[in-house]
């Protein structure tokens, strides 16, 4: 039996008018009318726009996500955010603390391989500028890390975390959810919340998904 | 193209495969055939068939390679050795770096490169059969890769190949017939605008030809077009 | 953290997938599916795929066999199917690869090369084993071991006419004396795994590849890692020789 599916564009498919409708992200421009660049999902709101059901992230500001640290250079770290464009961690913005670093090996602070949940402060070309100045700023321990498709962070998460909370009680974890699609989960049922946001990847198309879920967790 | 012969490929208006001038071989197409790739597709087109994945947008090596304007479009186009009839020798040969251009050619108008700057993708095409118009069975799946990437883009590309043969203006050429056509006209187009992206030829065509098999070329691309759009629509339509 | 969390299972003997370790992917095969090679075969272990494709063609035989036919086994880590492949010549996991299922097939004298022979010393047929990788997620080596024989074992030679090879007219099927099977065992923590994804590939501490003959002979072996101890090495061709059974079946 086939779920009930939103309706899905593809890249150079006519969606709208510029004389009726605005256009939104995932669409552009010509002659006109207003034209899907993806693959995704129609969303027919105040504006025309289609969320890409595939592709990398593509940084904003305000954003948070969870990095790892690659490199640790002499004014702060370098940090991969699963993006084609590196994060840099200055050391202003990562440590509290007044640091010389002409005297201090700043990897006491950072070191590679470690994971961490910060914000993007600015994306200017090729520079993403992260920041651990941010109450839910911290390094990640233990736990386990799977990504998924960014622009279905939002279907994850839920409308005001309704989603992503009925994984966390019914599974007993701790999830944080970077908006670059890098989710870190931590506690008793692992398996099971992971195998809930691979359904949540694989369906976020289809409507009805937090009754399947639910379901799916309640087993 | 170009061999001589006095053999007749065109017998009572069918071809040797028994399709009529115009008509497409059996076509089949798949997305998401590399789990690895930020998109992929597997196209064939009767007996050839090519496997294209898109890595990117990423991180683009080496660094001076990089674009503060947009992102660098890559192509290769590569043989297996085992798909054509006297074994391929791997690695690199002048026709393939030739294919590998002309194939970025004619998938960079398509692409919203600009929205990705100092970043690099990648688009890797595999004939691993070959039966004649590879170039274009490795465009149709490298359009297929990139819309399944989630790379954005104007319009998909749709491809196909033109030629001649008895006399007879003919589509999608089979190997036999690439060899020896009077002419072998690859053409690839954006359907929404029909602008001609890929435009090679060889061989001798009145310029009335050429305009005829452009018409024919256009037309069989819609069929082509709405196969694309089918396909990368049916990977959401059921789900298990 | 992933290769962490990987490792904190082992510990307890479970994997990712939930399978057991020594219990191999779901394997599919697919099988002369290529109408220019003379013999093909897609293999898929869970996902990693992985096509071989057999072309014959007329050479001269080496001058120390000659009445013997020629084999030449290659692989191309093709950039489809990883991030990690460049595009270039073979480097030297690619090497290896193509070498250790060279020997496998070599070794066991699973192809007849003496019936391969056209005219002593001047002419014989060359069969040309290409490994194609197309999507890489772990145990490269079985799945291109799998697909090679496969392939060989459905392969046919093709007619000779005025000298020259009459493609896709074949006159027989290629002689096959034997069915090799290669399994690689890998160790890490102490235990011994059996089909590694990509991921669990990156800790694994060693590897013992072991071609095996269908009478439990060893025709071939290839150990890459950390050092193994004697013990280990029995353990490993044992599990070896019992997976190699589960996989001959298929073909």
């Known amino acids: ?219 | 193209m170009g061999m001589k012969t006095d053999e007749k490929f065109i017998i009572k208006g069918k071809r040797l495969d028994g399709r009529k001038p115009d008509e497409l071989r059996k076509i089949e197409m798949k997305v998401g055939v590399i789990p690895n790739a930020n998109g992929s597709a597997q196209v064939s087109f009767g007996n050839t068939t090519a496997i294209a994945a898109v890595y990117g947008p990423r991180e683009l090596f080496p660094k001076h390679l990089q674009n503060p304007d947009t992102a660098v479009l890559r192509c290769r186009y590569n043989m297996a050795p085992f798909s054509v009839d006297e074994r391929a020798s791997p690695g690199t040969s002048r026709r393939s770096v030739e294919i590998s251009k002309v194939t970025r050619l004619a998938l960079e108008p398509a692409l919203f490169l600009r929205d990705y700057p100092e970043t690099g993708v990648g688009v890797y095409i595999e004939v691993i059969e070959a039966d004649g118009s590879t170039r274009v069975t490795g465009i149709n799946a490298a359009s297929l890769a990139l819309a399944d990437a989630g790379v954005p883009m104007k319009d998909l590309v749709v491809a196909v190949s033109g030629g001649k043969i008895n006399d007879t203006l003919i589509l999608d050429l089979c190997g036999r017939e690439d060899n020896y056509s009077d002419a072998d006209m690859p053409v690839a187009f954006m359907p929404r605008k029909k602008q001609i992206t890929l435009l090679q030829m060889d061989g001798e065509l009145t310029p009335k030809e050429i305009k005829e098999i452009i018409k024919n070329v256009l037309k069989a691309g819609q069929v082509i077009y709405e196969k694309q759009k089918k396909i990368l629509k049916e990977k959401y339509e059921e789900v298990s | 953290m992933r290769s962490e969390y990987i490792l904190r299972l082992l510990e307890k003997n479970e994997r990712l997938d939930g399978r057991k370790l020594d219990e191999f992917r779901k394997i599919e095969i697919k099988t002369n599916f290529i109408k220019k090679a003379e013999g093909s075969a897609r293999i898929k272990i869970g996902k990693t795929d992985v096509i071989v494709g057999i072309k014959t063609e007329i050479s001269k035989p080496f001058p120390d066999m000659p009445n013997m036919g020629v084999l030449k086994t290659g692989a191309e880590f093709s950039p489809i199917a990883s991030p990690d492949f460049e595009s270039g010549p073979p480097g030297e996991d690619a090497t290896e690869l193509a070498r250790v299922v060279d020997r496998g097939i070599r070794e066991s004298e699973s192809i007849d090369l003496e019936k391969l022979c056209l005219k002593e010393g001047e002419k014989a047929w060359e069969v040309f084993v290409d490994i194609h990788m197309i999507n890489h997620d772990g145990n490269l080596i079985d799945a291109s071991a799998l697909a090679a024989i496969a392939a060989l074992l459905k392969t046919q030679i093709p007619k000779i006419k005025d000298e020259k090879i009459i493609r896709e007219d074949y006159e027989k099927k290629l002689p096959m004396l034997h069915k090799p099977i290669t399994v690689t065992v890998g160790k890490v923590l102490g235990k011994l795994l059996i089909d590694p994804t990509k991921e669990e590939e990156e800790v694994l501490e060693s590897k013992l590849t072991v071609a095996v003959m269908e009478n439990n002979n060893i025709c071939a072996m290839q150990k890459s890692g950390d050092s193994l101890s004697i013990e280990d090495i029995e353990k490993m061709i044992d599990l070896a020789i019992t997976k190699t059974k589960e996989l001959r079946k298929l073909l």
């Open chain 1, 1 to 219: 039996m086939m779920d009930k599916v939103r309706d899905i564009v593809i890249p150079g498919e006519d969606i709208g008018d510029t004389k009726t409708d605005r256009s939104g992200y995932g669409t552009f421009e010509e002659d006109g009318k207003i034209i899907s660049k993806f693959v995704g999902i129609l969303n027919k709101g105040n504006f025309l726009s289609v969320v890409p059901l595939s592709g990398v992230y593509i940084p904003r500001a305000d954003d948070k996500v969870i990095g790892f640290v690659t490199d640790v250079e002499k004014f702060g770290w370098i940090v991969d955010i699963n993006s084609p464009w590196q994060g840099f961690l200055s050391v202003a913005e990562g440590v509290d603390e007044f640091v010389d670093i002409k005297k201090t090996n700043i990897s006491r602070f950072f070191d590679v391989g470690d994971m961490i949940y910060a914000k993007i402060v600015d994306t200017k070309r090729g520079d993403v500028q992260i920041t651990m100045r941010d109450p839910i700023a911290r390094k990640l321990k233990g736990g386990v890390t799977i990504k998924i498709t960014p622009s279905k962070v939002p279907r994850l998460i839920g409308k005001e975390g309704s989603m992503i909370n009925i994984i966390k009680e019914k599974t007993g974890t701790i999830i944080r959810v970077g908006q670059n699609g890098v989710v870190w989960i931590s506690g008793e049922n692992v398996d099971k919340a992971i195998k809930a946001i691979k359904t949540i990847e694989e369906k976020s198309h289809i409507i009805g998904l937090t009754d399947e879920i639910t379901k799916l967790l309640s087993d």
